[in-house]
């Protein structure tokens, strides 16, 4: 038993807009764009944010471990709530005992870093999750650039699969970039000014001193994450004197800067890909910089297959449709007409009441007939029996098409309004509302997992409620 990072995730969101496209709406008015237009970003549905997000890396983290983690902390820069705990959210969505401690981590970009470099010091088992859905305006850089996407470690005592061996941090309130409170876009500064006073003068310091203490040369460092450019990256690897092509892929061609999480994303994806042995450096940057040493462990190898960003980036869905995107950010509004007028108001004694059915996804299965059924009941619908049904998470299970409808007249900010019933092993069936398919794509029989997505909006009292929809299979 040692201390260090037992698991690994990642998640991002199947939906991506080509570049192109941002260029062909807006680049009569901002030609600059050209330069930035290849490839693909990460677009995160209108049912997903930086919580449901960052609970996808959670199960991509804990699936088939056995560990069930008392701590949880989340860190972003989008969290839907201001008030409200959206870590504990996220802890019922994994179905984690109500004992957990919960912590939300915000107000910089390297707030993930940072934490990782507090865990490294050690400390409690705790889940480190990481997510952003940072939203930005059309025609900007930031339009192109940007992503959405999560991330998370399962760090503390047992097996560890990477091993700390050590870590520095840096506050310097050099301002690159910022978002005040009431904000709804990032403000950047010019980038070379950033690279000249920020990268290469701050993240040395860092790199260094984390490498003097663990007493291993610069030159022996196998991969180095880094949360910048390539521009950026090349002149850091120049400045250190390390080889570029040891400079971890910042995935910016598929999915962007998904800012708090892209350090977490790139470290996920090295670890799913390094060998045994092999040292990675994370550098996190924002008004200061991290750097954390790992050292990876023969055990790797037993939780690298289908963990990570992989299989997300391998199995993403290219829109060229650049007023959809502006649709499901809520940067056009679009006249759905009478059918999207409605009072969404969540009766939040009775959501206390059902909280962990609702976000568990919490059914109940009989001791006498074996019946799963969701929600739970004081009766058995199956053999009638009383008081029978202990509980079990749906959550995690595949399901399978009975019957659907694609609704053109229902309102749902990403038409047709597909829902049906999806059974389940064992007898549950529940209808649900589907999410991430296309017209046409739903057929009876199909298998489905269940992902953890926004149900709808309050605008009127600025609330959203969370639920389980069932969605296609990867691959």
């Keep these: 038993m040692s201390y260090g990072i037992l698991s690994f995730g990642a998640y991002i969101p199947p939906l991506r807009l080509s570049r192109q496209a941002i260029l062909s709406a807006v680049g009569w008015a901002v030609p600059s764009l050209r330069g930035l237009a290849a490839g693909e970003r990460s677009v995160a549905n ?22 069930v983690p008392p701590h949880v902390a989340l860190a972003s820069t989008t969290l839907p709530f201001a008030d409200r705990s959206n870590s504990g959210v ?47 305006r059309p025609g900007s850089a930031q339009d192109m650039l940007y992503g959405h996407g999560a991330a998370a470690l399962l760090v503390g005592e047992g097996r560890p699969v990477a091993v700390f061996l050590g870590s520095a941090s840096r506050h310097e309130d050099l301002v690159d970039q910022y978002r005040a409170s009431d904000a709804d876009f990032d403000y950047s500064l010019e980038e070379r000014w950033v690279r ?30 880094l949360h910048g450019s390539i521009d950026t990256a090349r002149a850091l690897a120049k400045r250190l004197g390390i080889d570029i092509k040891r400079f971890a892929d910042t995935l910016g061609g598929k999915v962007g800067d998904c800012g708090v999480a892209q350090p977490m994303i790139m470290l996920s994806k090295v670890l799913a890909e390094a060998g045994v042995n092999e040292r990675i450096l994370v550098v996190g940057f924002g008004q200061g910089a991290d750097a954390v040493l ?24 290219v829109s060229d449709n650049y007023t959809y995107f502006l649709s499901l950010r809520g940067q056009i509004d679009i006249d759905f007409g009478l059918r999207s007028e409605r009072d969404n108001r969540t009766a939040l004694s009775a959501y206390y009441r059902k909280r962990r ?80 398919f296309t017209a ?17 909006f309050d605008h009127k009292r600025n609330f959203r409620r969370y639920f389980w929809k069932p969605a296609p299979l990867l691959g």
């Design 357 to 436: 059915d609702i976000n568990s996804m919490l059914g109940g299965r009989c001791r006498v007939c074996n019946t799963l059924q969701f929600p739970r009941s004081l009766v058995c619908v199956k053999c009638a029996s009383s008081d029978s049904q202990d509980g079990e998470s749906l959550s995690n299970l595949l399901g399978r098409v009975k019957s659907f409808t694609e609704d053109w007249l229902a309102y749902t900010p990403s038409p047709p309004y597909i829902y049906g019933n999806v059974e389940f092993a064992d007898g549950a069936n529940i209808m649900l509302e589907f999410t991430d």
């Design 90 to 136: 996220i802890a019922d969505a994994l179905n984690l005992d109500n004992r957990v401690a919960t912590e939300d981590l915000a107000g910089s970009r390297r707030a993930a870093t940072s934490a990782l470099a507090r865990m490294a010091h050690g400390g409690q088992t705790s889940l480190l999750l990481a997510s952003d859905c940072r939203e930005t």
């Design 196 to 225: 000249e006073e920020g990268y290469l003068k701050i993240v040395p310091e860092v790199i260094e001193e984390v490498a003097k203490g663990a007493g291993v040369s610069l030159s022996d460092i196998d991969h180095v994450v």
């Design 294 to 317: 790992l050292e990876t462990t023969p055990l790797l190898s037993t939780m690298q297959a289908g963990r990570g960003p992989q299989h997300y980036l391998d199995h993403g869905r």
């Design 46 to 67: 209108w049912d997903e944010d930086a919580l449901t997000m960052a609970v996808e890396a959670g199960r991509d983290c804990l699936r088939d471990i056995g560990v």
């Design 440 to 456: 046409g794509q739903v057929k009876v029989g199909d298998s489905v997992r269940m992902v953890f997505r926004i149900k709808d």
